[in-house]
């Protein structure tokens, strides 16, 4: 099966990148982020991995990462078909302040909160 993915673009008060496939659903292969956003000052925003419309990005890597415009990271979270999930101990969901502190972590396995 060949599936065909598209690049949208819109500009509002922040650049918005999406790959889309003929059937409107979010996805992309190889590794690559599906959605992007970026601030007017051309620092990124947003991150996103899906596939078939479902935030998903396996190896231990986040399918989800925000940033703030500064530059600093603000937010970083792994899915599994489009539920959050991250296993060996390790969070799923991460957030920090704007000077770098981290704020919370949370654990999830399969979307539902462990710790």
Not at 73 to 99: D, I, M
Request: aromatic share 14%.
């Amino acid at each position: 099966m060949i599936t065909l993915q598209f690049k949208t673009t819109t500009n509002s008060s922040r650049t918005k990148s999406d790959w889309k496939t003929e059937n409107n659903r979010l996805h992309r292969l190889n590794s690559k982020p599906a959605r992007q956003l970026w601030y007017q000052n051309g620092q990124k925003s947003c991150e996103e991995y899906y596939e078939n419309n479902r935030l998903h990005r396996l190896n231990s890597k986040p399918a989800r990462q925000l940033w703030y415009q500064n530059g600093q990271k603000s937010c970083e979270e792994y899915y599994e078909n489009n539920r959050l999930h991250r296993l060996n101990g390790k969070p799923a969901q991460q957030t920090w302040y704007t000077n770098g502190q981290k704020s919370y972590e949370l654990y999830y396995e399969n979307g539902e909160c462990i710790k």
